[in-house]
């Protein structure tokens, strides 16, 4: 018995919608699980110096307020995959989802912004007298680069197609302009608070004074060159530029939000993973807030490109480790002259000073400087093999934690514990900081792209060639029977072909030639009679009379 209700067949999947295309179901949902996982672990950090998870006396309202944004920034990731505005329906719109995201995260990116500005208002108040402005935390950091991920529109053929992620870029290369002119105003600021008193005071000029001019003038060009040297390539249009953006912008979010978690952290750097903008924060909220909005704008396009490319594009990926390269030699020099001034100032002030700590730190970051220096030389003349680059690119990530182990252990202290505040540490001087672990993991990318179109992109080759050799080729379909010809109940012989000895074939004798006179000296014609011509002869017509 058959029923009709198990018969029918289910239902055929719904064709995609033409405003949709192609769509890279994959991309999409790791770009939005990512973002999802940022927003998530922003909630569990602080956000500044005064509100976060472990900072005393947060506003439970301002709590409040962000888990509200962070739940409409998650609807936004969700959106393309889950509920009405899905892009798996046939009545699927690309640009109606995207417009949906946006508007979703715009309420946390305008919080995002309220700290900033805060933390400016602050600074610009308090600035000289001593107080640590709020400056931001992983947790802003995290959240404004998870927020700017469920922003962005669904990768689809119809979003590439259209270019719909220039205004994107365009807005990470504001970004880098608006990080370099904040990083030139801090400097200026720090310049100017440090060094007032030298205006407003009438005592004698003497070496501390000059020991103040120096190291501020020295601290400060160090920071603001290295925000330089990163922010431009934010504003570059390569992809080589958005690869080194996309490393740098992930190593800053995660050295703040490993300083911050790990004990060890408290002595890398004595704002703990909060990023400032003084004087002794090296680099500050300009560069890690700023370089992880402009790897989150850029990351899921310029990776999904250039994924697509097999064998993958060697000049973008060593152009990206040439820049990131270019970064970690300036500040493995820039730390070596640091501690080199900071030992002939002790020693002129007759200031307490290790002579062999200093040594070995600042042999340590030479080391480092030139290791880098020699494969940035290597890599733009091309003159060494992949293999040497990659040994060469492991040596010096060895050197790079090496170099921020030896900086913490070897940096002089206070005979005093460490302060239970959420900044703060019992260094007597130190240059190691949360960009330190920024450039550690920099340099980690950098050898991962030198092994992966090194060493490691000959092996896989290899290893995909050999499976493919040992994979037995799928058997042929049957192919149906073939109806065989009739056979004869008994073999007949096979005819031959008997050819005679003698060949009978008749000759034909060749016509006899009729001899022809030897030409005359002039041409004749002769006529034929008029009874040997076959034309009829026509009457004359009568002449009329």
């Not at 033409?18 to 569990?44: E, K, M, Q, S």
């Not at 000059?210 to 601290?219: E, G, H, N, Q, R």
């Not at 030389?377 to 091309?382: E, I, K, M, T």
């Not at 260094?427 to 992966?452: E, G, K, N, P, R």
Request: hydrophobic share 50%; proline share 9%; glycine share 8%.
């Amino acid at each position: 018995m058959s029923y009709p209700r198990y018969d029918t067949p289910p239902p055929a999947p719904a064709a995609p919608s033409a405003n949709v295309g192609y769509l890279p179901t994959r991309t999409n949902r790791i770009r939005d699980g990512v973002a999802a996982a940022l927003l998530l672990l922003a909630l569990v950090l602080p956000w500044n110096l005064e509100f976060g998870v472990g900072i005393p006396g947060g506003n439970g309202l301002l709590y409040l307020l962000v888990v509200f944004v962070t739940l409409l920034a998650l609807a936004a990731a969700a959106a393309p995959h889950l509920g009405p505005f899905s892009l798996a329906g046939s009545q699927a719109d690309v640009r109606r989802t995207g417009l949906i995201r946006l508007a979703l995260t715009v309420p946390y990116l305008v919080l995002g912004i309220g700290f900033v500005i805060y933390h400016l208002v602050q600074t610009v108040d308090e600035g000289g007298t001593g107080l640590v402005p709020p400056g931001a935390g992983p947790g802003l950091i995290i959240g404004i680069g998870g927020a700017l991920l469920a922003a962005q529109p669904p990768v689809t053929s119809v979003t590439l197609e259209h270019n719909s992620f220039r205004r994107w870029y365009a807005a990470a290369r504001a970004l880098g302009g608006l990080s370099i002119a904040l990083a030139t105003l801090a400097v200026a600021f720090n310049v100017y608070w440090r060094l007032r008193y030298l205006f407003v005071t009438t005592g004698e000029f003497t070496g501390h004074d000059i020991a103040v001019i120096v190291t501020t003038l020295l601290y400060g060009a160090v920071a603001l060159i290295a925000v330089i040297i990163a922010s431009r390539w934010l504003l570059e249009r390569s992809a080589a530029a958005r690869l080194a953006t996309t490393a740098l912008g992930g190593s800053a979010a995660l050295a703040c939000t490993l300083v911050w978690i790990f004990p060890v952290g408290r002595d890398i750097d004595a704002f703990h993973g909060i990023a400032q903008n003084t004087s002794t924060a090296a680099v500050g909220y300009e560069g890690y807030l700023f370089w992880a909005a402009a790897a989150a704008i850029v990351a899921p396009t310029t990776l999904y490109a250039v994924f697509l490319i097999k064998p993958p594009t060697l000049g973008a990926y060593r152009s990206a480790a040439q820049k990131c390269l270019t970064l970690i030699a300036f500040w493995a020099f820039a730390a070596a002259v640091c501690r080199v001034v900071d030992y002939l100032i002790a020693v002129s002030l007759d200031l307490p000073h290790a002579g062999y700590d200093t040594t070995a730190m600042t042999a340590f970051d030479l080391v480092t400087g030139v290791i880098a220096a020699w494969l940035l030389r290597r890599l733009d003349r091309g003159e060494t093999t992949a293999s040497v680059v990659a040994a060469f690119s492991g040596a010096l990530f060895v050197f790079t934690v090496a170099n921020l182990a030896i900086g913490v252990a070897l940096a002089p202290r206070y005979a005093e514990p460490s302060p239970n505040t959420p900044y703060g540490n019992n260094l007597a001087q130190q240059i190691t900081s949360t960009f330190d672990v920024t450039i550690c993991l920099v340099s980690l990318a950098a050898l991962v792209a030198m092994l992966f179109t090194g060493p490691l992109a000959g092996y896989l080759g290899r290893r995909k060639e050999r499976r493919f050799a040992e994979t037995p080729p799928p058997p042929p379909a049957p192919s149906p029977p073939q109806p065989q010809p009739p056979t004869a109940a008994a073999p007949t012989a096979v005819p031959r072909i008997v050819r005679r000895l003698e060949d009978s074939t008749a000759v034909i004798p060749a016509p006899p030639t009729e001899e022809i006179a030897a030409p005359t000296a002039t041409l004749r014609i002769q006529r034929r009679e008029p009874n040997a011509d076959a034309t009829a002869q026509i009457p004359k017509p009568p002449q009329s009379q």
